[in-house]
């Protein structure tokens, strides 16, 4: 099955587009970046050991930090070739092929995290499907943590926008209020003008996971 990522990757980059993907957050890891923003932004919510999901996991870079810090961590991604790097760099992790709009892993998690574009880049018309699908694998007073460009200086090449209004509608269908939303992972309060949003659902009367721990 071609995907929405495997398009605009093989496209922009080539075939070999996981391993160059991968490559390019360790030479900015190797210059100096910090390329954990999200993790530390996890850690930030709730300490390990938690159960996390990382979902659209790609090479796994999210969660192979999160593991480092003590999280009990699965990652899921509908991208063979993404997960073959992950299972390369980190193969005692647990990595699932499965696509975001169908996936039941039977499993809950105290985080379910939706990094790196993830959102923009699920297939036209599978939005409410997958987060159905992410609704569904959250733990009684978990939380939904999405992060994604807003505009085209923020999504890859030829990637249309998400709506943050969509995005709240679907998960407020599923009763999952958007309680928190910041402009980048270390917790920069939110301006649209910036072009990244990063989203906190939880149920309204869930405690704790509602982003007011965040800076
Ligand atoms: C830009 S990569 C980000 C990977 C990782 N989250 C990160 O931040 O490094 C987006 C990932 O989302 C995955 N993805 C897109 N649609 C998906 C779907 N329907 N189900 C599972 N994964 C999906 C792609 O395969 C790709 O690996």
């Given at each position: ?15 070999d587009y996981a391993r160059v993907y991968d490559q390019r957050f360790r030479a900015m890891a ?5 390329i ?22 790609g090479t796994g870079r999210?969660?192979v ?16 070739s993404m997960l073959d790097v992950a299972?390369a760099g ?126």
């Amino acid at each position: 099955m071609s995907t929405r990522w495997e398009r605009i990757a093989r496209e922009t980059v080539g075939a070999d587009y996981a391993r160059v993907y991968d490559q390019r957050f360790r030479a900015m890891a190797a210059r100096g970046a910090d390329i954990h923003g999200e993790a530390t932004f996890v850690a930030r919510l709730l300490a390990p050991p938690a159960r996390v999901l990382d979902a659209g996991c790609g090479t796994g870079r999210v969660a192979v930090r999160l593991a480092e810090l003590g999280y009990d961590v699965v990652g899921v991604d509908v991208d063979a070739s993404m997960l073959d790097v992950a299972r390369a760099g980190a193969p005692e992790l647990d990595w699932r092929l499965a696509d975001l709009s169908a996936f039941d892993l039977g499993e809950r998690f105290d985080v379910v995290l939706v990094a790196g574009n993830t959102i923009p880049l699920l297939e036209p018309g599978t939005l409410l499907d997958a987060c159905e699908r992410l609704g569904r694998h959250l733990a009684p007073g978990g939380v939904v943590v999405c992060g994604f460009g807003l505009d085209a200086a923020h999504l890859p090449a030829g990637c249309p926008p998400t709506a943050l209004s969509d995005l709240d509608a679907a998960f407020g269908a599923l009763g999952l209020d958007a309680t928190a939303r910041y402009s980048s992972w270390d917790g920069a309060a939110f301006d649209a003008t910036d072009g990244y949003a990063i989203t906190l659902y939880a149920e309204p009367a869930a405690s704790g996971l509602r982003g007011s721990d965040l800076p």
